[in-house]
């Protein structure tokens, strides 16, 4: 009697909390260790790869403050201290000019490697003991590190001149940290972020590697207005989330550099908020992040491995690195190996979702979901958001037509009389991204504008609500109720618009 009440049980749940304690064990699968990665090669690459200043490198020039967004490319050493210093130096001095950083330093793992090594089997933070070991064997292997000898500290010299340095000719010697600096050590963390680039989209949607953070100072450089905009200063708001590509401190602030702060959502919200992906606020406002905000905040360990979130952090709810960080039971910092509708809704993108490549990276968001809801209950939801996306795309699609064919029979409001081109090298088209950032005579008009903001700014907006599951962010608030709103205003554009065209044609043939 007890075994079919249990049986019953089971199928009334949705069989939900038997999938969370079964399948813990397959979502634990640990990553290859660095020895396993060419540092060398993988730095060799990450410099080749690297834009610089992209492909319209003609037409703009870098500001002072962009040495800090790409140190790779712009970076240059103060002149205004000469000598050479060790690490010891560079402390006493910062601890007088710029306490803020030697604090953290201070607080960081990086100035406390001996705690690390004294960390017994039951605290949260043991896993770190043998990453460090193997680190520090990395090291050696490359003949950074003397055989047998363990790191001191990781000191100011070893991340603004070189790693196993002891001291820096501060004038031409120091550096700004870049990936590759930060991969020196932390090699299996550099590969996994740089194998990001190997993403290839099957139908060509997207060019290699991209949408990914591995990419995305490419991406920016690499934008028509934002390489012909002349308000530099303006610009350059981009490459303050664009750079993740060039440093690793846009998820790790530094000068902690703390691992348990960038597994927090908050970590991504200084990127990932905003008109055209408002990742944060939809993850906020979805029961997910109430009940980080109500139970986990306080109460969760993020000092635990993510693999380990569920069994010892006693996560809840999932976070953006809960999900983004893992695939078919491994986590890693190849954030986009169940990227499916990328950075915005395509119909590249939803007239193949049925092909094999989409289909297996839906299933792997199945599983992942599948660690808390049933498997059942994760292909429902996705199945509707997917739907939903589509059916955001087809009205923004229908609102697009609309435009170009106003563009097309030349009405558009001052189109034979006053559209400046944009700048260069962006080229002139209806309802084009440029013309979020330029403005000129009628260039964008009215109608051009609406429909820029309704597919870069509501339909993206429609999509993350789905996908993030806050009904808010794609039905009434946002989303759809938004699209509807640019529908009409559209609709309403082209009929003034044609019917003054209509008049103006009757009044000139009345004039003859």
């Known amino acids: ?26 979502v634990v699968t640990a990553v290859s260790s660095s020895a396993a990665y060419d540092y060398e090669a993988l730095k060799d690459k990450y410099y080749a790869d690297h834009p610089g200043k ?6 703009w020039e870098p500001i002072p403050i962009q040495q800090y967004w790409n140190p790779v490319s712009f970076y240059e050493p103060p002149g205004t201290l000469i000598g050479n210093f060790n690490a010891e130096e560079c402390v006493e001095c910062h601890l007088a000019i710029n306490p803020g950083w030697v604090h ?18 039951d605290d949260p ?16 292997s490359r003949g950074v590190l003397a055989a047998g000898k363990q ?67 490419k991406a920016n450089v690499e934008t028509a207005i934002w390489a012909g ?52 606020e939809n993850y906020m406002l979805s029961k997910h992040g109430v009940i980080y905000e109500t139970m986990g905040k306080d109460k969760w360990n993020f000092e635990v491995q993510l693999k380990d979130h569920l069994t010892e952090g006693n996560y809840t709810a999932p976070t953006c690195a809960t999900c983004h960080f893992e695939y078919k039971g491994e986590y890693s910092h190849n954030l986009v190996r169940k990227v499916r509708w990328a950075f915005n809704p395509t119909p590249a993108i939803a007239d193949n979702l049925d092909q094999p490549w989409f289909e297996e990276r839906k299933q792997a968001w199945v599983d992942s979901c599948a660690q808390c809801h049933s498997a059942r209950f994760a292909k429902a939801w996705l199945d ?7 059916q955001g795309l087809e009205v923004e699609q229908e609102a697009k037509q609309i435009v170009q064919k106003l563009y097309d029979d030349g009405l558009l ?86 019917e003054l065209a209509e008049l103006k044609k009757k009044v000139e043939e009345l004039s003859k």
């Open 1 to 26: 009697m007890k075994a079919r009440f249990a049986i019953l049980l089971f199928i009334l749940i949705g069989a939900s909390s038997y999938i969370v304690h079964t399948r813990q064990l397959p």
């Open 54 to 59: 992209g492909k319209y490198a003609d037409l």
């Open 104 to 121: 953290a330093w201070k607080d960081s793992g990086h100035a406390n490697l001996d705690d690390i090594r004294s960390l017994k089997d």
């Open 125 to 140: 933070r043991f896993y770190k003991k043998a990453k460090l070991e193997e680190i520090e064997k990395e090291l050696q």
């Open 151 to 217: 790191l001191e500290s990781v000191s100011c010299i070893d991340c603004h001149a070189g790693v196993g340095k002891t001291s820096m000719q501060h004038e031409t010697e120091l550096k700004m940290p870049d990936r590759a600096m930060c991969g020196a050590c932390h090699v299996q963390e550099f590969a996994e972020a740089e194998a990001e680039k190997e993403q290839k989209w099957p139908q060509g949607q997207w060019p290699d590697g991209h949408p990914s953070h591995a990419m995305d100072w």
């Open 229 to 280: 905009m002349s308000q530099r200063e303006v610009a350059q708001g981009c490459d303050m989330c664009h750079y993740q590509q060039n440093k690793c401190d846009g998820c790790h602030t530094r000068h902690t550099f703390s691992a348990a702060e960038a597994r927090k959502p908050e970590a991504c919200a200084t990127c990932h908020n905003g008109v055209d992906h408002n990742e944060f």
């Open 384 to 390: 509707t958001a997917d739907k939903g996306i589509i």
């Open 413 to 498: 409001v001052g189109q034979k009389t006053n559209r400046p081109a944009p700048p260069e090298p962006a080229e002139d088209a209806p309802g084009d991204f440029f013309g979020l950032f330029f403005a000129q005579g009628n260039n964008p008009s009215l109608v051009d504008r609406t429909h820029a903001e309704m597919w870069e700014h509501d339909l993206i907006k429609h999509y993350k609500g789905l996908m993030h599951v806050n009904p808010g962010g794609f039905t009434y608030s946002e989303g759809w109720a938004r699209l509807m709103r640019r529908y009409t205003e559209i609709q309403d554009q082209n009929t003034q618009i044609r």
